[in-house]
């Protein structure tokens, strides 16, 4: 990582004026109809990084990135007023434990192997540790199990063409499986490193994520992945919804429209404030604990065997709520 002392002059630069137009939305939001020249003394700008700053800021906003999803304003020649702030309305502020959770969170995603972007996560990390002060010197040690040696030991044994024994855990079915796989090649999709191997036990091939993969062992037989082991077409991604997969309807709020791009999407349309979102699922119960965690700003439209299901989970986590705690009697 490099130290914040070390940092170039760009990545200082952009680090800076990212903070910048975090509060700079708050700032003319209270005071609206201020001149340019004196909202740029504050920030101790030119009136001409003030103005570029103003244009950057009038494409930015909410997922969706429509008319009524970006930051608005109204510049009347050298004054400017925000018209629509896209939920930036306050400075942003982090208690310390917010600010600790953050600095765990981006050492931990530091140390994940294969992950993009790794420069722009080294300049976030020395940003929030820099305003942390002496809470970002926690002595806060982060890292993933063996993650860099776990991809270099299974690109070596993929290079020597053995086969393998291994431990996955599989979400879309929240159940963890051991099997014995023919590796083909280790590849990277979407920012995350995969395993692509014919699986015995499915009797495909198949992609593992190498960091749902628990344990692993090298084989002494060679790798044979049969003729009909086909490598995945991986150049829009890995996951490539069908007619054949159950389809999943969805209110969602604005809050929640991070989903339409996170996910493929079949069809995303307005209705009033909400987006109704339909979209291919692997399975239901994948779907049940997904929608389950996003919270209260996504209602479930279909289909009814998944409405029922949230329903009946929901209806028993309430019940342990009431329920009486027998360590307290």
Same mark, same amino acid.
């Given at each position: 990582?490099?130290? /914040?002392?070390?940092?170039? !002059?760009?990545?200082?630069?952009?680090?800076?004026?990212?903070?910048?137009?975090?509060?700079? &939305?708050?700032?003319?939001?209270?005071?609206?109809?201020?001149?340019?020249?004196?909202?740029?003394?504050?920030?101790?700008?030119?009136?001409?990084?003030?103005?570029?700053?103003?244009?950057?800021?009038?494409?930015?906003? +909410?997922?969706?990135?429509?008319?009524?999803?970006?930051?608005?304003?109204?510049?009347?020649?050298? #004054?400017? $007023?925000?018209?629509?702030?896209?939920?930036?309305?306050?400075?942003?502020?982090?208690?310390?434990?917010? @600010?600790?959770?953050?600095?765990?969170? =981006?050492?931990?995603? @530091?140390?994940?192997?294969?992950?993009?972007?790794?420069?722009?996560?080294?300049? @976030?990390?020395?940003?929030?540790?820099?305003?942390?002060?002496?809470?970002?010197?926690? !002595?806060?040690?982060?890292?993933?199990?063996?993650?860099?040696?776990?991809?270099?030991?299974?690109?070596?044994?993929?290079?020597?063409?053995?086969?393998? #024994?291994?431990?996955?855990? $599989?979400?879309?079915?929240?159940?963890?499986?051991?099997?014995? &796989?023919?590796?083909?090649?280790? =590849?990277?999709?979407?920012?995350?490193?995969?395993?692509?191997?014919?699986? #015995?036990?499915?009797?495909?091939?198949? +992609?593992?994520?190498?960091?749902?993969? *628990?344990?692993? $062992?090298? +084989? *002494?037989?060679?790798?044979?992945?049969?003729?009909? %082991?086909? !490598?995945?077409?991986?150049?829009?991604?890995?996951?490539?919804?069908?007619?054949?997969?159950?389809?999943?309807?969805?209110?969602?709020?604005?809050?929640?429209?991070?989903?339409?791009?996170?996910?493929?999407?079949?069809?995303?349309?307005?209705?009033?404030?909400?987006?109704?979102?339909?979209? #291919?699922?692997?399975?239901?119960?994948?779907?049940?604990?997904?929608?389950?965690?996003?919270?209260? *700003?996504?209602?479930?439209?279909? /289909? %009814?065997?998944?409405?029922?299901?949230?329903?009946?989970? %929901?209806?028993?986590? +309430?019940?342990?709520?009431?329920? /009486?705690?027998?360590?307290?009697?």
């Amino acid at each position: 990582m490099t130290p /914040p002392q070390q940092r170039t !002059p760009a990545g200082r630069a952009s680090a800076d004026r990212l903070g910048r137009l975090l509060n700079l &939305v708050p700032y003319l939001l209270a005071r609206p109809g201020i001149a340019v020249a004196e909202a740029a003394a504050d920030f101790k700008i030119t009136e001409r990084q003030l103005r570029e700053d103003l244009e950057l800021l009038w494409v930015c906003g +909410l997922p969706g990135y429509g008319p009524g999803d970006l930051i608005d304003m109204a510049l009347d020649g050298d #004054r400017v $007023t925000i018209t629509y702030d896209a939920g930036i309305d306050r400075p942003l502020r982090l208690n310390p434990d917010e @600010a600790l959770a953050l600095v765990v969170a =981006l050492r931990m995603l @530091a140390e994940t192997p294969g992950i993009g972007s790794r420069d722009a996560i080294e300049r @976030a990390l020395a940003k929030i540790e820099n305003a942390a002060g002496d809470l970002g010197d926690a !002595p806060v040690a982060v890292r993933l199990p063996a993650n860099s040696e776990r991809l270099d030991a299974i690109r070596d044994i993929v290079e020597r063409r053995h086969a393998m #024994r291994i431990t996955y855990y $599989t979400a879309a079915r929240d159940e963890t499986t051991e099997r014995v &796989v023919d590796p083909m090649r280790v =590849l990277m999709v979407g920012n995350r490193a995969y395993l692509e191997a014919w699986c #015995r036990r499915a009797e495909g091939t198949r +992609l593992f994520r190498l960091d749902r993969i *628990d344990a692993f $062992t090298e +084989l *002494d037989e060679p790798a044979a992945p049969p003729a009909r %082991a086909v !490598p995945h077409d991986v150049r829009d991604g890995v996951f490539h919804p069908g007619p054949e997969l159950p389809l999943v309807t969805l209110r969602v709020g604005r809050g929640s429209r991070w989903i339409t791009e996170y996910y493929p999407c079949e069809e995303v349309r307005r209705d009033g404030d909400e987006w109704v979102v339909t979209m #291919r699922v692997t399975d239901l119960g994948w779907a049940q604990r997904f929608l389950l965690g996003v919270g209260p *700003d996504v209602t479930v439209v279909g /289909p %009814a065997a998944l409405v029922d299901q949230i329903r009946a989970q %929901a209806a028993t986590a +309430l019940d342990q709520y009431a329920a /009486p705690d027998p360590a307290s009697a």
